[in-house]
């Protein structure tokens, strides 16, 4: 153990003891059963949608229990980090509603990105060269890439423990001359496991568990020559875990092996345990086998994706509140989102992202909206991804009104649920709109069903000089159903089909001509009341464009 001067002399003289950050940071004096949780989101990349899953769980738990929720920046690994990552993670709480009780400025025990944080890190790593918990490693790259070369020649575990921790038992003369040379160091934690030890532990979703204890010396502070002076992940958490005072931990299953490493830390730092949450990954099924879904090869595997595409975020929080817990799924909406979530009823199997099974939640919760609420959340949205359609819906607010009431209301047995997320606006809406919609001039036009151009034009000029704007929809039908007669169509598709070569269609494809004239696709509300909701004039308009 080297002497404490040598040790004190390796850190700015007016570096804090730990009695200054324990009184900076005292205990909550929260009740016993409340749970303060943390999301460590590390910006080396955009979030994914496991990070809001956690998220949403370490909120809802913090908030049922009398807690508070933290969102921490975990970003010591600077040189990977992604400009513009911050602030996403921040866009991506609002929209989905899980905004944390303390992040950023907000909260008494920041500073809340651990790059700010270095002082305090610091201290404590001071405190375990002190104690000897910790010493400092001069191994370079070469050294220890021949020291895992050769554990993986002799089928041994690879690492830095035993006695292949070559500066772990070095002498303070050896230890004084490597700094007297300037030599670059890293600072290691002296592991007290052993080869074949088990350390046993009780997760707050899996129940007791054991796993191989952690023999490796870690590094906690990364080198010497470079600045700021940053933690490595192991001990950051460690720390600000404790000065924070989170008493839960919910993160996926991947790090369970760290946590003999975490442990061993909070024991050597003299601090209490946390309790740990372990979840099972977010899954995909491809074909016949499920895997981990994976930002790299699923685009739905960002988080960016949902607000791009315009989920609302009630729709996604309750879908996902029924992978937590599948009693939510059986739940009304509001109730599911209010119901607290329990960690005892986590699964350990990996729940899979069906994103139809997402759409058809997202359309029914829009179907309950008001038209007016529906305009202002498309219009939230598309004031960043659409901004044509903002002025479109500023301007013709009146007609968008209209139209988001056909075949919807509560006058309505089965509304219309064509609008899962604001993105399909355009889509489900946007032929409502003669700013947005594209006259179909073309009579060869595949959307028409391959009649003859002369046929098309006759059928549309007789439509359009006869037309009755009437508010009877069987009355309004008759006019296509005359105009079909006299134009050679079959009275209906049975006998179109008896003798094909008789007709050039039935009524199904007369009424098809007008439908794609007036909405410009093979699918459409009931025509009647698009018509009637585009008025005389805009029906006229269009379907002269087939003449």
Known sequence: MLDRAVVDALFPSDLPEPSHWEEQYPPRGLGADAKVTRLGPSPTGFLHIGGLYVGMIDRDVASHSGGSYIVRVEDTDQAREVAGAVEQFTRAFEYFGIQPDEANSVGAYGPYHQSQREQIYLTYVRELLRSGDAYLCFATKEELADITARQQATKLPTGYYGRWAIWRDRTADDVAAALKAGLPYVVRFRSPGKAGERTSFVDAIRGPLEHEANRNDVVILKASDQSPRLPTYHFAHAVDDHLMRVNLVIRGEEWISSVPTHLQLFDALGFERVEYAHIAPLMKQQGGSRRKLSKRKDPEASVEYFIEAGYPAEAVQYYMRGLVNARLAELPLAEALSAPISLAECGVAGPL???????????????????????????????????????????????????????????????????????????AYGFFFSSLFSLVTDRSDERLGGLPADLISAFAADFADGYLDVEDGQEWFGQIRELAGKHGFAPNPKEFKKNPDAYPGSIKEAAQLIRVALTGSNRSPDLHAVARTLGRDEVLRRVRALV
């Open 353 to 427: 992202v069906d994103l139809v099974k997402l759409e058809d939640i997202s359309a029914d919760y829009v179907a309950t909206l008001s038209g007016a609420e529906i305009i202002s959340r498309v219009s939230s949205w598309a004031a960043t991804y659409d901004p044509e359609l903002v002025s479109v819906l500023e301007s013709s607010r009146d007609e968008a009104l209209a139209a988001l009431q056909v075949e919807r209301g509560p006058e309505v047995a089965n509304p219309r649920k064509d609008l899962r997320k604001w993105s399909d606006f355009r889509t």
